[in-house]
């Protein structure tokens, strides 16, 4: 595929983009002994993009064939021509950038994609079998499993002529707990870039089900968490959350052109000195985190872009686009969910850096707080605001761990809150791989880091 779509970019003028994008996804739930969903699905075709006039141009098709291909980058000229007429800002021409060229096959596409299915949905049965009966007070239990293969060629006239190979598995399992008069959901998930053994190597993976069954019946009767603000510890998912959908978005140099809250930072100080912040291509810290890539979908390999270092803010996520908007290199941030989706700048494995002190002696060292377990919903804005859901908070009583505390919701403006960070454990873990960011479309990311002490506000009940 990719010496054809070079072939056909060699007949064409000016700039032109070519993405073929394949997708196999199987998908499988089982709930009370039943197999509720057993899903296989393909979708494929190619992208194509042009910049004409100033103006970019998107078509697709579905029709693999040169014809087909060729047809559509008549059409993707066309509206580029269109846009031009009412754009009043043009884009520059490109300017030129080292893009990816070969082949490469991520560790686990083979195995997976040769491991039976009915192997794989018996997982699922078996775990569920033994989630559902871990506890007197479970009720049900649900476990998933899903598989996303990824075929991807990207080839422009610049330069860029690159294939990509990769699969996403994911694994949830959800138990329902009944007793005290009220009802309990105890959950955990996970994702990798990897095969089978990955996904069962992850460090929630080997006591899921215990984990689950704990977490749906120990917080039967548990309080409510005080409101008022704090001194918490964040587990890495809660700080992974934190840093992609507080921090990250508002990174993203599309957001940052629109006036997000961290135009104009580049240089300045925005955080405690402890707080290095990055997003990466690449299994930094850990292996095949839920985001990885060697190439994103301009050619542009997926370096580690450091956004905060040591405290100061150092870079924005780029495109192509962007990056000559401000005069550096991009970052390999573009990405698109389908073939029929343009590029957006979007993350892909967003994390703070380890630190220096391990978690026990952040817990010896916290004579009051709290520590806040895993990462819920929430929203967040341009201007840093943000308003989570953790799963349970944990008292902190002159250095031990006590009581447990459910419905924990945090809020704050971001860069405030990683300016009050006075400690950052040395202890490392990817714990959003099974998580989808969304941005007008979907994109798999991940997103973890060390457990970071700070001040928060929290919201409880009296």
């Not at 870039?193 to 996904?199: A, E, F, M, Y």
């Not at 930072?265 to 095949?288: N, Q, Y």
């Not at 479309?441 to 700070?454: E, N």
């Amino acid at each position: 595929m990719r010496a054809f779509l070079e072939a056909i970019v060699a007949k064409q003028s000016g700039w032109v983009e070519l993405r073929y994008h394949r997708r196999l996804l199987n998908d499988f739930t089982v709930q009370k002994g039943r197999v509720d969903v057993a899903n296989s699905s393909v979708n494929g075709g190619v992208g194509v993009r042009v910049l004409e006039g100033g103006s970019w141009g998107f078509a697709s098709t579905v029709d693999p064939s040169a014809t087909a291909i060729e047809s559509a980058i008549a059409t993707a000229r066309a509206n580029a021509r269109e846009i031009a007429k009412v754009q009043a800002k043009k884009i520059p021409d490109l300017p030129s950038v080292a893009l990816g060229t070969g082949e490469i096959t991520l560790p686990g596409y083979d195995e997976l994609m040769a491991r039976p299915l009915d192997e794989k949905l018996s997982a699922m049965v078996d775990m569920e079998r033994e989630a559902a009966k871990r506890a007197k007070e479970i009720h049900t239990a649900m476990a998933s499993y899903r598989e996303i293969f990824e075929d991807k060629v990207v080839v422009t006239s610049d330069g860029a002529s690159v294939s990509q190979k990769l699969v996403r598995p994911e694994l949830r399992l959800v138990a329902f707990a009944r007793g005290e008069g009220e009802q309990n959901i105890g959950h955990t998930s996970l994702g990798v870039t990897g095969g089978w053994d990955c996904l069962f190597n992850h460090h929630k993976a080997g006591a899921i089900i215990e984990d689950t069954a704990r977490s749906a019946v120990d917080l039967l009767g548990a309080p409510h968490l005080p409101g008022g603000k704090a001194r918490v510890i964040l587990e890495p998912s809660v700080v992974g959350l934190l840093s992609h959908e507080a921090i990250g978005h508002t990174v993203e140099a599309d957001f940052v052109m629109s006036g997000s809250v961290a135009a104009g930072k580049v240089g300045k100080r925005v955080a405690s000195d402890l707080v290095t912040l990055c997003d990466s291509g690449a299994a930094e810290f850990g292996p095949t985190p839920g985001g990885l890539m060697a190439f994103d979908d301009e050619g542009v390999p997926t370096e580690n872009t450091v956004i905060i270092e040591d405290g100061i803010f150092r870079s924005y996520l780029h495109n192509r686009e962007s990056a000559a908007h401000f005069g550096v290199s991009p970052t390999g941030n573009a990405r698109a969910w389908l073939y029929h989706d343009e590029p957006l700048i979007r993350m892909r494995n967003t994390y703070i850096s380890p630190g220096e002190t391990n978690f026990e002696e952040m817990v010896a060292s916290t004579e009051d707080g709290f520590l806040l377990v895993g990462a819920g919903s929430g929203q967040a804005d341009a201007t840093g605001e943000f308003m989570f859901g953790t799963d349970y908070a944990v008292e902190i009583k002159n250095g031990k761990l006590g009581q447990k505390f459910k419905e924990a919701t945090i809020s704050g403006v971001a860069f405030d809150v990683l300016a009050t960070v006075d400690a950052v454990s040395s202890e490392f873990k990817w714990d959003l791989g099974a998580g989808y960011c969304g941005k007008w479309q979907p994109a798999k990311v991940d997103a973890g880091g060390p457990y970071v002490r700070c001040e928060i506000t929290l919201g409880g009940r009296q």
